[in-house]
C-alpha cells in the first residue's frame, strides 16, 4: 500500500522569504501522481502543484516549485517569496497513474504554514 | 454551478441519530470523490461514483456509511446512528473525467461538512 509522510507539522516563514515543505512517500509503482495541496481556513483544497512521475524536470507554477527525487521518494515544496496569503495548511498527496483500481489521492498529515509580517 | 457546493456547512448531531450530507459537483462532471479528515489529520478517501455508478466503496469504514447518486449529479452520503468518532469535515470532490485511466484529470473540491457528533 502507499503512504505519504510530512514529517513537519508546523512551519513558519518571514514575509518575502522562502521556505521549503518536505515529505517523501513509499510506493511499488513507477508510474504516479504527486501533489501539492493548500488547505486555507475555508476548508476547500486547492491544487498548488503536480508532478509527473514519469517527467524527471521538476514542476513549476510561479512562486512554487517542487523539488522531486523519485530514488529518494521525496517530493519538497519550495515556496518563494512568500505572501500573507500563503499561510494555509499543505497536504502532499499520491495518486497512481491508472490502473483498474480507483485512482484515489493519499494524502500525508499536512504542514501547516505560518507566514509572518 | 461555478464550483462544488456541499451542505450544510456546520452539522452538529446527538449520538444515534443519523445525518445526511449532500454533494452537488460541478456540472457535467463524470468523477465524483467523497473523503473524511479527521481533526488534524489528512483526507482519507471514502468511496468514487462514475456518473451513478459507485464503483469503489472500500474507504466506508462501516455498515453505517451510505452513499448514493442516483441521477449521476447530486451525491449523498448517509450516517446512520452517529457515534463520536464520526466527528469530522467531510468532503467532495469531483473531476470532468473518468479516473480509471490515464489522463490530466483536475480534482475540484468543496468546503465540506464539519459534522460535530455530542
Known amino acids: 500500500a502507499q503512504t505519504v509522510t510530512q514529517s513537519q507539522p508546523e512551519m513558519s516563514v518571514q514575509e518575502a522569504e522562502t521556505v521549503t515543505l518536505s515529505c517523501t512517500y513509499d510506493t511499488s509503482e513507477s508510474d504516479y501522481y504527486l501533489f501539492w495541496y493548500k488547505q486555507p481556513p475555508s476548508r476547500q483544497m486547492i491544487l498548488v502543484i503536480r508532478?509527473?512521475?514519469?517527467?524527471?524536470q521538476n514542476a513549476t507554477e510561479n512562486r512554487f516549485s517542487v523539488n522531486f527525487q523519485k530514488a529518494a521518494k521525496s517530493f519538497s515544496l519550495k515556496i518563494s517569496d512568500s505572501q500573507l496569503g500563503d499561510a494555509a495548511m499543505y497536504f502532499c498527496a499520491y495518486r497512481r497513474h491508472y490502473g483498474g483500481a480507483t485512482n484515489k489521492l493519499i494524502f500525508g498529515t499536512g504542514t501547516l504554514l505560518a507566514v509572518q509580517p | 454551478g461555478a464550483g462544488v457546493s456541499q451542505s450544510p456547512r456546520y452539522k452538529v448531531a446527538k449520538r444515534g441519530q443519523d445525518v445526511a450530507l449532500r454533494c452537488d459537483p460541478i456540472s457535467g462532471h463524470v468523477s465524483l470523490f467523497w473523503y473524511q479528515q479527521a481533526l488534524g489529520q489528512g483526507p482519507e478517501f471514502l468511496t468514487y461514483f462514475q456518473n451513478e455508478a459507485q464503483l469503489d466503496k472500500s474507504g466506508l469504514p462501516s455498515d453505517r456509511f451510505f452513499a448514493e447518486r442516483p441521477e449521476g449529479s447530486v451525491s449523498t452520503l448517509k450516517i446512520q446512528r452517529t457515534q463520536q468518532e464520526d466527528s469530522a469535515v467531510y468532503l467532495c470532490?469531483?473531476?470532468?473525467?473518468?479516473?480509471?485511466?490515464?489522463?490530466?484529470?483536475?480534482?475540484?473540491f468543496g468546503s465540506g461538512t464539519q459534522l460535530s457528533v455530542l
Open positions: 470532490a469531483s473531476s470532468l473525467v473518468r479516473f480509471r485511466g490515464a489522463g490530466d484529470e483536475k480534482l475540484f
Open positions: 508532478q509527473e512521475a514519469y517527467k524527471q
